[in-house]
């Protein structure tokens, strides 16, 4: 609950500043939060790991729409996707670096006993699940391809 109270006022400040991207990208994450809260079947109420989850999907989709407008040469529109991003991303723990990331795998990859890449569903199940909010899915699949190739 610490998060979204954070996230409201910085909705507050970002009104008062007239800062415009950052207020929609807030906008966006809060509307995501009561959009969790009022779903069918939820309990009324969103922890804080809920609402990294949200926010790392929301942050997915704007980087995907991006290369999407960069692609159809709408530049400024793809700007403003991967600004909104990056101010939905100082909600998020902080990412792992390839290196960090690499070894975090190459622990799990022994953990599960993994040598081949025919192993890479075992690893992953793991990885995932250990790494979710640090690394990128995206990111963890290729580095633990790499990983099992060289093993």
């Known amino acids: 609950m610490e998060l979204e109270k954070q996230i409201q006022a910085d909705m507050v ?10 207020l929609a990208s807030l906008r966006a994450v809060k509307a995501a939060i ?14 804080d790991q809920d609402i990294v989850k949200l926010i790392q999907k929301l942050v997915k989709q704007r980087k995907e729409s991006a290369e999407q407008y ?29 290196a960090e990331l690499e070894t ?20 992953m199940g793991v990885a995932t699940k250990r790494l979710a909010g640090l690394a990128d899915g995206r990111a963890i699949s290729a580095a633990v391809k790499k990983l099992l190739a060289q093993g």
């Open 104 to 123: 975090e795998l190459s622990k799990i990859i022994a953990e599960v006993g993994a040598s081949k890449p025919s192993d890479m569903g075992k690893v």
């Open 34 to 47: 009561l959009l969790a809260k009022t779903a069918e079947g939820a309990s009324g109420e969103v922890t």
């Open 13 to 22: 400040s970002a009104m008062k500043a007239k800062e415009a991207v950052r």
């Open 70 to 98: 960069s692609a159809a040469g709408r530049q400024e529109l793809a700007e403003n996707e991967l600004a909104e991003a990056s101010y939905m991303e100082v909600y998020l723990p902080k990412q792992l670096s390839e």
